[in-house]
C-alpha cells in the first residue's frame, strides 16, 4: 500500500465532509458567519409564493413607454423590498411582473400600477411644478412638527422646482396650493409666507404606510402610461412548498440511484465517480449561493438534468478505460488513454448544451432564464469533475496500491 496516496485519499474525503457539513449547517466564528446553502439560495415565485400578475396599457402605448414603465415599477418594487422580482415586457403593450414572497396582491398592484403624477396646483387651477421637479431621492418620510407624531413626506425641489415654487408661494399668499397626485388632492395648505429653501412638506396621509408608499412613488417618478391590471394570480406559499418538497425528493432518489448504478456497474471507477459526483453538487450549490440565484422548479430540473450529464460524461470516459484494457494495456496508461481519448466527445457535448443554454437565456424570459441559468452552472462544474477531480481522485486510487484485479474496474 502507498502511503502517501492512502493520506491523499483520506484527507480529500474528511474535507468532503467538512465542506458538506459547512454548506448544510453553516458556521459562525466570531463575526464571521457562513450562512448554509439552503438560506443563501433565494426561491422563485412558484417555491416561494407570491403574485403574478399582466398589466396592460391603456391608450396609445409605444415601445419606449413600456420600457420607461418597467423602469419606474422596477425602482418601486425593490423599495418594496422584494427579491428577485420578474418585470418584463409581454408583447407590445403588457407587461408582466412576478413578486416572490408578496402576501397582499391587490395592494401591491395598486401601488405598483398607480401613475403616480404629482402635481402642485394654485387657486387658479395652473399647475405650478410636478413630481418631475422633485430632486432624485428626496423625498423623506417623517413626523410632522406639530407634536401629533402624523406622518408628513418632505421634498426638496431642483433648481428650477426652487425657482418655480418660490415664485408661486410669493404670488398665492395667504392662499391654498392644492397637492395633487392622479387628480386626488391629498393636501391643500394655505400659503403663509415665501418659501424659498426649495423644499415642500406633504400631510393628510392616514398612517407611515401610505406616507412611505408616496414617497416611494415620488422618488421613482410617474409612469408614463396608464397601466390597467388584466390578470392578477397569487401563488400559495403551501403549492410551492409542496412543489419544492417533491422536487428535492425526486432529486435526491435520482442521485442514490445513479450512485448506485455507478457502483455497481464500475465498482471502484464507479466509487469515484459517486465521490466526484458529490464535489459537483457542492460546487454547483456553492456557485448559485455566491451568484445569488433565483431558484425555481424548471431550475431544479436543470440541475438534475446537469446531474445526469455529469454521470454520463464519467460513462464516456470509463467506457474507453474499459476499452484499454481490454487490448491489454497497463492500468495507469488505460487511465491516462481513455481520459485522453473521451475528452473531445465530452467537450462537443458539453458544448453545445452550452450553447442551448445561451440561446434559452438571451430569447427566453423568467422561469426559462432560470432554467437555463441553473444547467449551464452544472454543465460548467461537469465538465470540472469529469475531466479533472475524476482524473485525480482515480489516480490517487490507483496509486494506493490496494489491488489490481481487473474485476474492480468493471471487465
Not at 398589466?55 to 409605444?62: A, D, I, R
Not at 423599495?79 to 403588457?94: D, F, K, M, Y
Not at 396582491?105 to 402642485?120: M, R, V, Y
Not at 464507479?270 to 453538487?281: F, K
Request: charged share 20%; net charge neutral.
Amino acid at each position: 500500500m502507498n502511503v502517501k496516496n492512502t493520506v491523499k485519499f483520506i484527507a480529500l474525503i474528511a474535507i468532503i465532509v467538512i465542506v458538506a457539513y459547512i454548506m448544510l449547517e453553516g458556521l459562525s466564528i466570531g463575526k464571521f458567519e457562513i450562512k448554509p446553502v439552503s438560506k443563501s439560495i433565494r426561491q422563485g415565485l412558484d417555491l416561494k409564493g407570491g403574485v403574478y400578475a399582466v398589466m396592460e396599457g391603456q391608450g396609445k402605448v409605444s415601445p419606449d413607454d413600456i420600457s420607461k414603465a418597467i423602469s419606474v415599477i422596477d425602482n418601486r418594487v425593490n423599495a418594496l423590498g422584494v427579491t428577485e422580482p420578474v418585470i418584463v415586457a409581454e408583447g407590445s403593450n403588457r407587461i408582466r411582473v412576478e413578486l416572490p414572497g408578496v402576501n397582499d396582491p391587490e395592494s401591491a398592484i395598486n401601488f405598483l400600477g398607480q401613475t403616480a403624477q404629482l402635481q402642485f396646483v394654485g387657486p387658479d387651477d395652473k399647475v405650478i411644478l410636478t413630481g418631475a421637479n422633485v430632486k432624485d431621492s428626496k423625498a423623506v418620510v417623517g413626523k410632522d412638527s406639530n407634536g401629533m407624531d402624523m406622518p408628513q413626506v418632505t421634498l426638496e425641489f431642483n433648481g428650477e422646482g426652487s425657482k418655480k415654487f418660490a415664485d408661486a408661494t410669493a404670488k398665492y399668499m395667504n392662499q391654498q396650493i392644492s397637492i395633487v397626485l392622479d387628480d386626488k388632492i391629498i393636501s391643500a395648505p394655505v400659503v403663509q409666507s415665501q418659501i424659498t429653501g426649495g423644499q415642500a412638506v406633504i400631510t393628510g396621509m392616514e398612517d407611515f404606510d401610505e406616507a412611505s408608499k408616496l414617497a416611494v412613488q415620488v422618488r421613482s417618478g410617474a409612469l408614463p402610461v396608464t397601466l390597467k391590471p388584466i390578470e392578477i394570480r397569487t401563488v400559495g406559499p403551501t403549492l410551492g412548498q409542496d412543489a419544492l418538497t417533491k422536487s428535492l425528493q425526486a432529486g435526491i432518489y435520482g442521485v442514490l440511484i445513479v450512485m448506485l448504478f455507478m457502483l455497481v456497474y464500475y465498482r471502484l471507477p464507479g466509487l469515484v465517480a459517486d465521490i466526484a459526483l458529490a464535489i459537483y453538487i457542492m460546487i454547483t450549490f456553492a456557485v448559485f449561493a455566491l451568484l445569488k440565484v433565483t431558484m425555481t422548479l424548471p431550475g431544479i430540473a436543470g440541475i438534475i438534468l446537469s446531474i445526469g450529464m455529469a454521470v454520463d460524461a464519467n460513462v464516456i470516459i470509463f467506457e474507453r478505460i474499459k476499452e484499454e484494457l481490454k487490448s491489454g494495456k497497463s492500468l495507469r496508461a488505460s487511465i491516462e488513454q481513455g481520459f485522453h481519448r473521451a475528452l473531445i466527445a465530452v467537450v462537443d457535448s458539453n458544448v453545445t448544451t452550452l450553447i442551448a443554454c445561451v440561446v434559452l437565456f438571451y430569447l427566453g424570459a423568467g422561469s426559462i432564464k432560470g432554467f437555463a441559468v441553473t444547467l449551464a452552472v452544472g454543465v460548467l462544474a461537469s465538465m470540472l469533475t469529469a475531466v479533472a477531480i475524476t482524473k485525480y481522485i482515480l489516480n490517487t486510487v490507483v496509486g494506493m496500491n490496494i489491488t489490481k484485479n481487473p474485476k474492480l474496474f468493471g471487465l
